[in-house]
């Protein structure tokens, strides 16, 4: 249980273009969907919380306007990277909270197995 | 804010041995979780274990246990008869009245054959 699928794994786009990363929760419902990025062998670096069917919340020094999250159902968030450049490459990773069980499923975030973004 | 620390950046165990991997937090909520995450080659963020702050025993997992000190605010990672696919990257992760997770900096673990 808790799988979370992440849709590509690999893009690779050339400058200015938008892309568009998909995260889905295949066995279980999530209220919350979070989108981080991370740079080689460092941290997480969280990006925004998506709620569904709410406005996302950006982490400071995030563009909102650059990535653009949808959450529209429970078992979907969209991670839209908006006129991509260079420094956008990054590996992107989503999570997802489960919205019902016991509360330590509630309170613990199941990852995305991370998508890959080069801009060349 | 809250913080995690994790100050060793790397280690190195013998496979079948028993490694055991720091973290230290900062926080003044009473109620928050504490994971592991192991994050292998593949980058797939894998949840090793899970501990309760109201809880006192520590949590296990097969061949993971933590050593959980709440006064001390430490946190560690017990690893006992190590295997080669525990080649890794582990994070230390806090979540509490926010639900967001704070990680620290993470620990590569190498595993020797």
């Known amino acids: 249980g808790a799988v979370v699928s992440q849709h590509p794994s690999r893009v690779i786009c050339k400058s200015g273009t938008s892309v568009k990363i998909e995260c889905r929760s295949l066995?279980?419902?999530?209220?919350?969907m979070f989108w981080y990025r991370q740079f080689p062998k460092q941290s997480l670096m969280l990006m925004a919380t998506?709620?569904?069917?709410?406005?996302?919340?950006?982490e400071q020094g995030v563009e909102k306007d650059k990535f653009l999250i949808n959450h529209a159902s429970l078992t979907l968030s969209t991670l839209t990277v908006t006129s991509a450049h260079p420094e956008d490459s990054s590996f992107y990773i989503c999570?997802?909270?489960?919205?019902?069980?016991?509360?330590?499923?509630?309170?613990?975030?199941?990852f995305g197995p991370g998508t890959r973004l080069t801009v060349l | 804010a809250q913080t995690v620390t994790q100050s060793q950046p790397e280690m190195s165990v013998q496979e079948a041995e028993t490694v055991t991997l720091s973290c230290t937090y900062d926080?003044?909520?009473?109620?928050?979780?504490l994971f592991w995450y192991k994050q292998p080659p593949s980058r797939q963020m894998i949840l090793v274990i899970r501990?309760?702050?109201?809880?006192?025993q520590n949590a296990t997992e097969n061949r993971f246990s933590v050593n959980f000190q709440k006064a001390a605010k430490s946190f560690s990672l017990k690893i006992s008869d190590s295997q080669l696919g525990d080649t890794a990257m582990y994070f230390c992760?806090?979540?509490?009245?926010?639900?967001?997770?704070?990680f620290g900096k993470g620990i590569t673990l190498s595993v020797r054959p």
């Open positions: 998506s709620n569904e069917g709410s406005k996302a919340t950006y």
């Open positions: 926080t003044s909520e009473n109620n928050y979780y």
């Open positions: 999570s997802a909270r489960d919205r019902a069980g016991a509360t330590w499923r509630t309170d613990t975030q199941y």
């Open positions: 501990q309760e702050a109201y809880k006192q």
């Open positions: 992760a806090y979540t509490g009245a926010n639900s967001k997770l704070t």
């Open positions: 066995d279980f419902q999530a209220t919350t």
